[in-house]
């Protein structure tokens, strides 16, 4: 039968392929209402596939109202089936996503940011405490939780955070969230609406300003520099007051700089003085690589401070699982809002995090991996600086922390045509000006990410990045 196409090296099953092209022919119009349908033993003996395989297509076509059955006589078209201009792209679409992601070159060099190094994710141990909840776990942890998040995960973040971060809370003002993106969103949805305002760090990723943005409130920029947020800069408490002022002061994103207290204190009386909130993003400090981690601008005014945390960056973004640090007048609007969103994050993950972190294994691993990020970050820099030491204008920005430096090249502006170049060369990087609110400050800037990069590909990248550069 030339009108089907059944290939075994498709990663479809062939029930699924058999029946994708049945249905398409019938919607096409190929075969017309009242049509008999070869027989389940024909089809099969002519594909040359089991005669299971044709029944189960069968059974799903008459399931799903595509084909009547007769008694003693088979199966026959439906009548009305028939769409105009139906696209023949079912099992195609699916089998070029497989493909693509197959196929796709395996020899470009990604330098994104904020990815830690997945292989060295702690699988078995994880694997064993999971299996070890999964068999313990009370029985309300397999049915609805709370918005606020698992008891026992919320005392073990408060007391990790105060211990590493000097963060002063209480279990009862953390609310976990599935991620740090839920965590903004949360933000925006509690504090935002149309016409309200933001005073927010520039450059500040992306996504973090389509999400305040998409409330209908107004982004204020304040410019930043090698010290984080300039706080002179902030608009004048005169002005119509920010609902909040969101930073990232303990490594910034993306010119990674530190607050200084000076800066911090400043902050801390702007919020005072115009009544807001200060949201504190907190994605990454774990990885600090010339002190320990700074301290928390919470520990500081808890009574301001919205603290934003996340496991992403330092286990696995598969594991979508963050926390939000609030004011105790917050705490129940968030619980709301988390409630209305996804009701609650996964409870077994999340007694499987508690769990790993209050035995250790959460620092352990951190100081295990902050060992290869400090060697992958000295292996960039050293390979940038030997690379480009003779570059007028070179310099590098923010290695102090984190899974991610920034690189600046006077005189160079990555246009979306060098992007390509570059790209084309098999080194992707990312241009500072992305994030940008105020554009044509940073065209001169990427940000270079190492965390899930080898020390060789980090060498062959930066040699790529020089061959399309040195021009």
Request: charged share 25%.
């Amino acid at each position: 039968m030339a009108w089907l196409t059944i290939d075994r090296e498709k990663p479809i099953p062939l029930i699924r392929q058999l029946y994708t092209e049945l249905r398409a022919n019938i919607l096409r119009g190929d075969w017309q209402a009242g049509q008999k349908l070869p027989s389940t033993r024909k089809l099969a003996e002519e594909l040359k596939i089991s005669r299971n395989v044709a029944v189960d297509a069968y059974e799903q076509l008459y399931a799903e109202g595509y084909i009547e059955s007769r008694q003693a006589s088979g199966y026959y078209v439906s009548a009305g089936i028939y769409l105009e201009q139906h696209a023949r792209h079912g099992t195609d679409a699916i089998l070029s996503i497989s493909e693509a992601s197959t196929d796709s070159t395996t020899s470009t060099i990604d330098f994104r940011s904020g990815v830690p190094a997945l292989e060295l994710f702690p699988r078995t141990t994880w694997g064993k405490i999971v299996q070890r909840v999964c068999q313990d776990a009370p029985l309300s942890a397999f049915g609805y939780g709370r918005p606020e998040g698992r008891l026992e995960l919320r005392q073990v973040i408060c007391r990790y955070l105060y211990r590493t971060r000097g963060v002063q809370c209480r279990p009862e003002q953390i609310v976990i969230t599935s991620g740090a993106t839920q965590a903004l969103t949360l933000i925006a949805k509690v504090l935002l609406t149309k016409g309200s305002s933001v005073v927010i760090e520039d450059p500040i990723t992306q996504d973090i300003q389509t999400i305040f943005k998409a409330t209908g409130a107004v982004l204020q920029p304040v410019p930043t520099d090698d010290l984080g947020l300039v706080t002179e800069q902030l608009p004048g408490t005169e002005a119509h007051p920010p609902s909040f002022v969101f930073v990232t002061p303990s490594h910034q994103f993306p010119l990674g700089g530190t607050l200084p207290i000076q800066r911090r204190l400043q902050l801390i009386r702007y919020a005072r003085e115009t009544d807001c909130y200060i949201v504190e993003d907190d994605y990454d400090s774990e990885f600090r690589y010339d002190s320990a981690p700074i301290s928390s601008l919470q520990g500081l005014a808890e009574e301001r401070v919205i603290y934003i945390g996340s496991f992403s960056k330092i286990l696995s973004p598969g594991l979508r699982l963050g926390y939000l640090v609030l004011p105790t007048e917050l705490v129940e609007r968030y619980q709301n809002a988390k409630w209305f969103s996804d009701l609650h994050t996964s409870t077994l993950d999340q007694l499987s995090l508690a769990t790993f972190i209050e035995e250790g294994h959460l620092e352990k691993y951190i100081n295990r991996v902050k060992k290869l990020y400090r060697k992958r970050r000295q292996t960039l820099v050293h390979a940038l600086e030997r690379t480009f030491s003779e570059t007028r204008g070179f310099r590098i920005l923010g290695a102090s922390a984190g899974l991610h430096i920034v690189v600046s090249f006077a005189g160079i502006h990555f246009t979306p045509e060098l992007l390509e170049k570059l790209s084309d060369a098999g080194v992707r990087v990312y241009p500072v000006e992305e994030h940008a609110i105020c554009p044509g400050r940073h065209t001169d800037k990427l940000i270079i990410g190492y965390g899930n990069v080898s020390e060789e590909k980090i060498e062959e990248g930066v040699k790529r990045l020089y061959s399309v550069l040195s021009f």
